[in-house]
């Protein structure tokens, strides 16, 4: 059976079980590749010149590991998936880019998606990608139609009950759900609701961020991610924040972190890479706003290959204590 | 109404012209020095590009002058320029000014944005009054341009070092200057004659050096540490296929000798690179493919975090021309002595390349 390989990084946590349904319909075997290591980066980040970013860094180091695992590479170039909206440039050039760096790969498919160009090209994209394990424009919209249902039933049992990215895919792949994280470090302390803000590929790498999310759980915070929101409560952020979204993942970022930063929480994190482009302007918009408000705390943790555990735990545990001290103070006024 | 704009090099040029023809009051923000640039760094979140950090420096010190009305370019798919007005607006109303702020969309409506934006501003002047004012304003640009190709030309074959660029100064505060058509003919003819007849040395055969990469650094000397001037002073004439004209750089109608040649080189990326990614990148990999035979070497100027940019870096390191590649990273926090050290090794390199390869030449015809 012919297989192709999808690098568990960047748009996967986005799009895996959609594609994974896609391409399972037209009788390809999906393998994906493991979760990242210290090795994944080290790997990839040989291959780009330094100042790429960190999430290509470690993109790269999975392409090469599916480098002998597949006889496929599948690299989508997202543009836009709403009307006017326009994505990181990174995005764009990512197959070719992949091409370049990494040329012992195995054919590398893509697949542009551009919503500005119409329906058509749309279609035309999807079909030009099917075509090649099934020729048969009939089979190729089946596949397509099931593909947009996991992908609406993923993204529904994720703001329905709650679950991020890698409890979900747990959850449709059939792997049993891990157990939800007993507060081991400070179980004095009270407990906070966090929300953990920022691309996916960020967020739910618990390699490059630490850990991020599963430390705070330790520390009895309850943590909550922009996927748990619907696309109303993140459009409407945006558009009392910036107006219209520019970019494809605003909603993420501006949406994410400007609902939360007036709804359900004490504090907003927002995770970001060095040098990321997009994210420089976005989380200076969340960073203006959590000044104006005043109420909400907001913390922007920059990750980047060099970044330091200790760092980003040290920067963890001083925002929880200011949390609870705000807390304290505000109990302490209402008696 | 006091209207003002970010300096992107000679561009400030137009602007006066065309608004001094509708009466506006132009405030022309001091030309970019270091203060502009600490300025912009200072005001600017972490991790932003040179272009956001210098116009922003710009914009602080025209509100500094009084301006009320910002003109900043802004728009649909041109990566985070396209988003700097959104920032820039709020960093201006939190330092305390009071201005409007326009984006100019450069991208989408094209030319009727401009002129739509230019007519607000004027306070409803009539559509021939803007149209011809524009005209004027943008036969300057193609003046500037004219001069600015002969200077490259010049620079690195003269007697006396600084010849050109002294004759180029002295044109364009006289393009400047001039307040119609005749003058400006006059003027830029004069000026190409002069640079024309600056005595050199006939025996030399320049080095050729490309250059390409990100839109805003290209046009403006100060970002990208003058290298222009730089390489002519090391006797290398440069190739530049961007020029200020092209400044709303997706209007090409401006510059219809423009399209065929982007299209020339979009089509020599495509192997590499088929698509737009934003911003320049697919321009800095197609000018790598199209000119390898042309050019000696070539130098990539990237701000620094410059996204398609970095694209086009990883891609241009391992396309089959083997033509070299400099690329040189714009910001702040680079110093231009280290640049120029580079610069000078690599000028080296391409005088060592080109020797070897016309002794190989010359060993083939005997
Ligand atoms: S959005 Fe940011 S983190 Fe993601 S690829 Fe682009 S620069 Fe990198
Ligand atoms: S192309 Fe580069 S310099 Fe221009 S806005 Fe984008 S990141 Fe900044």
Redesign the interface.
């Known amino acids: 059976m012919t297989t192709i390989g999808i690098p568990r990084a960047l748009l996967y946590y986005q799009y895996y079980p959609m594609w994974k349904t896609f391409f399972e319909h037209l009788g390809v075997e999906v393998v994906t590749s493991e979760p990242t290591s210290r090795n994944t980066l080290a790997k990839g980040s040989t291959r780009v010149v330094a100042d790429t970013c960190l999430p290509v860094k470690v993109f790269v180091g999975h392409v090469l590991s599916l480098v002998d695992k597949c006889d496929y590479i599948f690299i989508p170039a997202i543009r836009s998936l709403k009307s006017r909206t326009y994505n990181c440039a990174k995005f764009l050039g990512l197959p070719d880019m992949t091409r370049a760096v990494v040329p012992e790969s195995p054919p590398i498919l893509e697949i542009e998606i551009d919503v500005n160009r119409g329906k058509r090209y749309l279609y035309q994209s999807i079909y030009g990608l099917g075509r090649h394990f099934n020729w048969n424009p009939l089979r190729v919209r089946e596949a397509a139609t099931a593909a947009m249902e996991a992908f609406i039933s993923y993204r529904g049992l994720m703001s329905e009950s709650r679950l991020t990215p890698l409890q979900a895919i747990d959850d449709i792949t059939g792997i049993p759900r891990r157990e939800p994280v007993e507060p081991s470090i400070a179980p004095t302390t009270p407990s906070a609701t966090i929300a953990v803000i920022g691309h996916a590929y960020l967020l739910y790498d618990e390699h490059v961020n630490y850990e991020l999310i599963h430390r705070l759980e330790q520390y009895g915070a309850r943590v909550l991610t922009p996927e748990m929101l619907t696309e109303h409560e993140r459009e409407a952020a945006v558009a009392r924040l910036v107006g219209r979204a520019y970019w494809t993942y605003e909603e993420d970022v501006v949406g994410a972190g400007g609902h939360y930063l007036q709804n359900e929480v004490d504090g907003v994190i927002g995770i970001m890479a060095f040098g990321c482009g997009p994210d420089s302007l976005m989380m200076e918009i969340l960073r203006r706003e959590a000044g104006n408000q005043q109420t909400t705390a907001f913390m922007c943790i920059t990750l980047e290959e060099h970044t330091s555990e200790t760092g980003v735990i040290t920067r963890l545990e001083a925002f929880l204590d200011m949390i609870h001290r705000r807390k304290r103070r505000r109990v302490a006024l209402c008696v | 109404m006091r209207v003002s704009t970010p300096h992107m090099g000679h561009v400030y040029i137009p602007f006066k012209a065309i608004f001094k023809r509708l009466g506006v009051e132009f405030i022309m923000p001091p030309i970019n020095t270091q203060r502009t640039l600490s300025l912009g760094a200072r005001y600017s979140?972490?991790?932003?590009?040179i272009p956001f950090k210098m116009t922003l420096g710009n914009l602080i010190e025209a509100a500094d002058m009084g301006a009320n009305t910002l003109l900043i370019p802004g728009g649909?798919?041109i990566?985070?320029l396209?988003?700097?007005g959104?920032?820039q607006e709020?960093v201006l109303h939190?330092l305390g000014y009071d201005t409007e702020v326009i984006q100019i969309g450069v991208s989408e409506q094209k030319f009727r944005s401009l002129m739509s934006i230019i007519r607000k501003v004027s306070g409803d002047a009539p559509w021939y009054r803007i149209i011809s004012a524009i005209r004027f304003g943008l036969s300057k640009l193609a003046s500037v341009d004219r001069v600015e190709r002969v200077v490259q030309k010049v620079r690195p074959v003269e007697l006396v070092k600084g010849t050109a660029n002294q004759l180029y100064s002295h044109a364009i505060s006289a393009i400047d200057k001039a307040d119609d058509y005749d003058t400006l003919k006059r003027v830029e003819v004069d000026y190409i004659n002069q640079l024309e007849r600056v005595p050199r040395d006939k025996q030399v055969q320049p080095l050729i050096v490309g250059i390409t990469g990100e839109f805003y650094v290209l046009l403006e000397p100060f970002s990208s540490f003058d290298i222009e001037q730089e390489l002519g002073r090391m006797g290398v004439e440069v190739r530049r296929s961007t020029f200020v004209s092209e400044w709303t750089k997706f209007s090409f109608f401006l510059n219809p000798f423009g399209i065929n040649e982007k299209k020339r080189i979009h089509r020599a990326a495509r192997p590499?690179?088929?698509?737009?990614?934003?911003?320049d990148?697919w321009e800095s990999v197609g000018e790598k493919v199209l000119h390898a035979e042309e050019y000696d070497g070539i130098v990539h100027l990237a701000p620094?975090?410059?996204?398609?940019e970095?694209?086009?870096?990883?891609?241009m390191?391992?396309?089959r021309e083997k033509i070299p590649v400099l690329?040189v990273?714009c910001d702040e926090q680079i110093a231009k002595a280290g640049v120029l050290t580079r610069l000078e090794a690599f000028v080296d390199l391409l005088i060592r390349k080109r020797r070897a390869h016309s002794g190989r030449a010359q060993g083939a015809a005997a």
């Open positions: 979140p972490e991790g932003l590009c649909d798919g990566c985070r396209g988003y700097y959104k920032v709020q939190n590499y690179l088929k698509r737009d990614i934003g911003g990148g620094f975090t410059c996204m398609p970095i694209i086009a870096q990883n891609i390191l391992s396309t690329t990273l």
